[in-house]
DNA sequence: TATGAATGAGCCTTCATTCAT
DNA sequence: CATGAATGAAGGCTCATTCAT
């Protein structure tokens, strides 16, 4: 049980110390020595420490991208599928705060081609997230007066911006935040 | 007059280079170099390379206390008064944007009684900003049903995702994003 | 038989990658990975690393050893001895070529030990070579007024620069080169 | 005096050191610790210890090339440039014996892009003394019998072998051995 | 016999900072 | 005021070798 799986924990770990201390301020020793192992250790799973960074980001963008998918394919109307959309990334972000937190704040520590993976895969979800706006304008249930990547990044912003404000465990529950911000954001949105 | 230069060529210059790279990635040396100047300038008149970081801090905590001050003196009504903070921290951010990149990812690399005092000094911007909504409720503008800390959070989160989208330069004007993304917030605010 | 052939595999491969990168650029792993097997394997068959490197020695000192020997006890004259000693000395290090680039450039990455085991054999080795050159200035027929370890090294450096400039299978055929070389040198020896 | 050339310290310490226990088992601390300096210093001279290989087949090709040019430059006959060329580069090899040592046993351990140049520039120079053999040839001084390539081995592997075997200050002279090698090429290469 | 996960010592390199000039 | 050579601690990473299975 206890070395059961030492990959994970490192994983564990080292998210644990990336979001606390920074990507920067985290060496490889601490991680090895928080997860009980040895260098050796963390080598052969990972290939460097950048390897353990894009992992974070690669769970989060694959988690994100098939939540989109998964809601988008049920094919509802446009103001219930933003809501749907909404209250997920909320509750998903809440869920995985801590590699939120590393997620927006150590990009630029992520290697050049990693980056780049990076960006692509968030205009993807981008994209996706756009579809369904564009689609409310078009059946007039959402307001067209302000330009999509406005209305876009006033949503954005909102699950980016929770690890600098909520705790898990505080007196707001998980499922509050997510229903109150999808709340504010749709009330912004609605068409007159 | 040639210090005052100097100094202010390598604030600019470090704010460029942190935006650009992360605080962590650009080196002392590469400072320097992009600044026209040596390492024994740079110390001539900065401690550390925390002194430049916090510097950076310092620079945007005092103006946002400022203009909030400011605002909150005209005696305004609490919406009108919203109005005008929102917009002028949108505008302002805009203004400001590199700072405002390396303010938001960066804050795990300053020293640890300098973080305490930004966090002390946001805190204490916050508490300005949240007695606002307080004073909107009491007037029966604001709605009531959604906590303090998640109206508050749901506006804080769109300047701080400026750097993240937006262009300065590009199709949308700073007055434009400013005045939409208030529209955006108060319109979610507001009470029914 | 199985477990001989990896054995032999095992030596092939890492003659083959030390040669082409050095010892000190080639990791057990990549031998292992080339040949195909394990590094239990390898473990099981060499006790180190150094073993694989002493083993080319060995092989190519007992090799000469046995060659210089033979032709020695023909008890030809020394001209002929020499012509016989030469060439096959030239051919046989165009045999082995690969084992014959590492023999002359990874003497000090042995172990201290193994180093003065392959310095004693090589003195062995110069030692009878030596008598030959003696026993040719004893009988007229080689010149004696340069000293014996330079007419030594004049040869021997022939076969040690094999594999800095001759390619197996180029123009000029392994029985050509080694008639020409020893040709050049015995016309250099011949006494006047 | 003592820091007085901390560079050239440097430079002189780590030749030696490699030259002795090979370029792959001798670590910049060995080198810092010789010179009497720290690690700081030594990579702000050099860029790494590559570098510092390096600057070792950059100073013997520079040193050679320009030997081989001056000769040539004389316009003496073929038989008279050789004699000149082989007895310089017996010279200058023990001059910088330990130069020589690294320089025909680390080849492998120079990083690719410097390894084409070191062997661009040696393919320049054989080239420039190839040229004295083909004119000898034309001349019908040097024998024609056996492949220029031949030949040209035939003399190159001297200087190189010297590491192999001779000792300065030992029993036969720098300029006996310059001499004495130079005429059995000679004796060889001689048309009859 | 053979595996391959894990060790741990050591390596090269970087970099903020200092200080004699 | 300003220089830049030198410091020295710390960092990420490699790799020959071991050992429980």
Redesign the pocket.
């Known amino acids: 049980m206890k070395?059961m799986n030492?990959?994970e924990e490192l994983a564990r770990t080292s998210v644990e110390l990336f979001a606390r201390q920074g990507?920067?301020?985290?060496?490889?020793?601490?991680?090895?020595d928080a997860a009980?192992?040895?260098?050796?250790?963390?080598?052969?799973?990972?290939?460097?420490?950048?390897?353990?960074l894009f992992d974070i980001y690669d769970r989060i963008l694959t988690l994100q991208h098939e939540h989109l998918t998964e809601i988008i394919s049920r094919g509802l109307p446009a103001a219930e599928t933003m809501r749907l959309v909404c209250e997920d990334l909320v509750s998903t972000s809440i869920d995985w705060i801590r590699e939120g937190t590393v997620f927006f704040r150590s990009q630029h520590m992520l290697s050049e081609d990693r980056l780049e993976e990076v960006q692509r895969r968030r205009r993807e979800f981008n994209k996706a997230f756009t579809g369904i706006l564009v689609r409310g304008q078009e059946d007039g249930v959402f307001r067209t007066d302000i330009p999509i990547p406005v209305l876009a990044a006033n949503f954005f912003s909102d699950p980016h911006y929770l690890s600098y404000w909520y705790s898990p465990g505080g007196a707001i529950s998980r499922e509050a935040v997510a229903a109150q911000l999808t709340d504010l954001y749709l009330a912004g949105l609605q068409a007159k």
């Open positions: 070395t030492i990959k990507y920067a301020k985290t060496s490889v020793q601490q991680i090895v009980g192992v040895t260098k050796g250790a963390l080598y052969h799973y990972f290939n460097s420490k950048d390897d353990l």
